[in-house]
């Protein structure tokens, strides 16, 4: 076998500790973060385990598996999931770190520029005041050579790319200031701009560093969700078994999939029959039944008993990679979004390099000088520096992400809350997104119900599961001699007679002796915030679809129960997909909400797209959003939230362009300072973060 | 003016010392949990970092 010389590969030898990142949405506070990290290092094994509260993750080191860390934490309540071993490998935030040492720099090069600028200010004369100049150019010229090469970089990529963004004015600003106060250092001239120089350096730094964190959050967290994927699988050798790393896997191999477990690739089966629950990847609700010879396919869960399978294709090659593939491709015309801020800058820059070229042919013209005339043009330059406007955006995003993220909901893009907030229609998928299944068991007396409780309690199968939890509070009977019967059902002693719950001919049937078998009818309920969620988006006038790739009945039913009029069952992912296209083709702005992976190509071509973290890889990967918890209404809050989040970027941008308003004529008539520039710049940026700031409280 | 010859420097290397000081936070994690940190001095017992 081929899987041999891996150096991931593990034995059961002597173990050495190794480090799991575990994702754990649930953890909210002081009290659950002190409650996992009490139960995991009460664990057998494990050395140490230390919680990110921001980011809900917890780091533990053990000698163990991750399987025990994540069902202690299940007994205590919490949700858990193993994030991928790439992802603890590049959790370093090197960039983030860079950032703040940046805004460090930065910070302490303006705060000693101020002080000698504001002795300047205070009437300082000739030699003192050039002494100041000179050392504040000595201090400055370094700091804004290293803390704004993130600008600088990335306005001449822009260049080069024949593209104007924000960086560009802002680096030209800088540049220019830096340049024309050591001109005035110079000619020992009156006004020297290294303050102004700086704390532009600054504010703008502190606006990129919101925007990276908020994205590095959602995207660790969105990272911890692939876990699902398997990472893992049992490969069955001469010798015994062996637990590989699944990208190892060659064609061929024989593998085990234990019950509960995921499909790591696609595969014919060997050995064993079983069930197996396909519903993330077609949306059908029922179980298939699997025998030797039957193809299988990655991210199917086997239900009932082991299964030992022989590997069809492997890596990207697989049903669910391929699919992976062409969401890719959908997603392509999705990325042409241009953000808020950028659309601003395209006219921002020119405006405001026009204004500062006129300002300099005004003056040359009308007084010949021309040292003056650079003077007042570097002063519009400055004075209109694009603070406020690169705090505009970054300090909402992030009050608003903060704000979702507090409610369970990930934003993966970092556009997709501007995408969020110009929506005006919503297409809904059924099974999985608007429902859950569960068991119509009311026509149950008591002592069927006991019976029907004490065998459902003894099987893993979902239906056993969905009747155990139905009929919670009943009174098991005592049953002996147990025995699941693979794709069948579970039959045992009861009273010396026999009893079985297991497949009928129209569903899950009871058999009690001596009476007619009764019925199981399935039957789909509601996820929490459902209501809620239709609610909301009858409130705010936006159209709800229903699209199901279940038969027409169920979906009538749902429906029907919510009162959504347009809905359509038996649809294929292409149809899916189609609609969705069709729609933006038609000018519609969708929300595309859905879990499986017959919806992960419609999710790819919403406007923008929402999936529970319950979904498949496929559909999450293609999603601009995940739900964490199971509460759909969070739908409906992050859609205001992103419509209160646009309001607060565009009177951001108004107080932006107002306080431009004010001080551009000013500084074209020639009458601005470097002390008005460094009021102005600091009381807008302050406005406009506590304007975003609002956002925390929003509902 | 005199005074300055010694004031200038003082005041840079107070501000040197903050900018140190920034960045040895840094240099010891203390801003990536920073909802954690405060959360956690609310627990009772003390593990330790």
């Known amino acids: ?699 | 003016m005199n005074v300055l010859v010694i004031l200038i420097p003082v005041s840079l290397a107070l501000g040197a010392v903050g900018l140190l000081a920034c960045l040895w936070t840094l240099r010891h994690r203390q801003y990536e949990d920073l909802e954690g940190d405060a959360a956690r001095i609310l627990l009772e017992e003390d593990d330790g970092p």
Not at chain 1, 35 to 59: F, H, I, W, Y
Not at chain 1, 202 to 225: E, N, V
Not at chain 1, 648 to 661: H, P, Q, S, V
């Open chain 1, 1 to 699: 076998m081929t899987a041999f010389a891996d150096p991931h590969q593990r034995t059961t030898g002597a173990p050495d500790p190794r480090t799991f990142i575990l994702s754990v949405p649930g953890m909210r506070c002081a009290g659950c973060m002190g409650t996992v990290e009490r139960t995991l290092s009460a664990l057998p094994g494990v050395a140490a385990a230390r919680v990110n509260l921001g980011d809900k993750q917890v780091r533990v080191t053990t000698l163990t598996d991750a399987a025990p860390l994540i069902a202690a934490l299940a007994d205590e309540g919490f949700d858990a999931r193993e994030m991928d071993q790439d992802v603890l490998a590049s959790d370093k935030d090197t960039e983030g770190r860079a950032l703040l040492t940046r805004i460090g720099v930065a910070a302490f090069a303006m705060m000693n520029v101020m002080i000698l600028s504001v002795a300047v200010w205070s009437g300082a004369e000739e030699a003192t005041r050039a002494l100041f100049h000179w050392l504040s150019a000595a201090i400055a010229l370094p700091a804004l050579a290293y803390s704004g090469r993130p600008f600088f970089a990335s306005a001449l990529t822009a260049l080069r790319a024949m593209r104007v963004n924000m960086d560009v004015p802002i680096s030209l600003a800088i540049l220019l200031a830096a340049g024309m106060s050591v001109h005035e250092a110079w000619v020992h001239g009156p006004d020297a701009w290294f303050d102004a120089a700086l704390s532009l350096t600054l504010f703008l730094l502190i606006g990129r560093y919101l925007d990276h964190r908020t994205r590095r959050a959602a995207r660790s967290a969105a990272a911890a969700l692939t876990a699902l994927e398997v990472p893992r699988a049992t490969l069955v050798t001469e010798t015994g078994t062996v637990v590989v790393p699944t990208a190892t896997l060659a064609i061929g191999d024989i593998i085990r999939v234990l019950p509960g477990a995921r499909v790591p690739v696609d595969a014919e089966v060997v050995e064993g029959r079983a069930d197996l629950d396909r519903s993330l990847i077609t949306g059908e609700s029922l179980p298939l039944s699997a025998t030797p010879g039957t193809a299988v396919a990655a991210g199917e869960t086997v239900l009932t008993a082991p299964l030992t399978l022989r590997a069809t294709a492997v890596g990207e090659d697989t049903s669910l990679r391929r699919m992976a593939r062409a969401v890719s491709v959908a997603e392509g015309a999705r990325n042409r979004h241009v953000a808020l801020a950028d659309r601003a800058a395209r006219i921002y820059a020119p405006l405001v390099h026009g204004l500062a070229a006129a300002g300099f042919l005004g003056w040359f013209i009308a007084t010949g000088d021309a040292h003056k005339a650079l003077l007042v043009a570097v002063a519009t330059l400055i004075i209109t520096c694009p603070c406020a406007l690169g705090l505009a955006v970054p300090a909402v995003s992030v009050a608003a992400s903060s704000r979702l993220f507090r409610g369970g909901m990930l934003l993966k893009s970092s556009t997709a809350l501007e995408r969020l907030a110009e929506v005006d229609a919503i297409v809904l998928d059924k099974t999985g997104t608007l429902t859950t299944g569960s068991l119509h068991l009311d026509h149950l007396d008591d002592e069927a119900a006991s019976v029907a409780l004490a065998l459902a309690q003894s099987s893993d199968h979902p239906v056993a599961r969905a009747v155990a939890l139905a009929l919670d509070g009943t009174q098991p009977a005592t049953l002996t001699d147990v025995c699941e019967i693979a794709g069948d059902g579970i039959t045992a002693i009861w009273n010396d007679r026999t009893v079985r719950l297991g497949r009928g001919p129209t569903g899950t049937e009871l058999g009690l002796p001596d009476r007619p078998a009764m019925t199981l009818t399935p039957e789909e309920t509601l996820r929490p915030g459902a209501r809620a969620l239709i609610d909301h988006a009858r409130a705010a006038h936006l159209p709800v679809t229903l699209l199901s790739g279940d038969r027409a009945g169920p979906v009538r039913r749902i429906a029907a129960d919510l009162g959504i009029d347009d809905w359509r069952a038996e649809t294929t992912p292409q149809d899916k997909m189609d609609l969705l296209a069709d729609r933006a083709r038609a000018g519609q702005r969708v929300l595309m909400v859905g879990d499986g992976l017959n919806d992960a190509g419609a999710l790819a071509a919403a406007h923008v797209s929402i999936s529970p973290a319950s979904a498949l890889d496929a559909a999450r990967a293609a999603s601009d959003a995940v739900l964490l918890g199971g509460d759909l209404a969070m739908v409906g809050v992050a859609l205001s939230v992103a419509r209160q989040a646009r309001r607060r970027m565009l009177e951001n941008f108004g107080l932006a362009a107002t306080y431009n308003a004010i001080s551009v004529p000013l500084a074209l008539a020639g009458f601005a300072t470097p002390l008005m520039a460094a009021i102005a710049m600091s009381t807008s940026s302050i406005l406009v973060v506590l304007n975003a700031l609002r956002l925390r409280a929003a509902r």
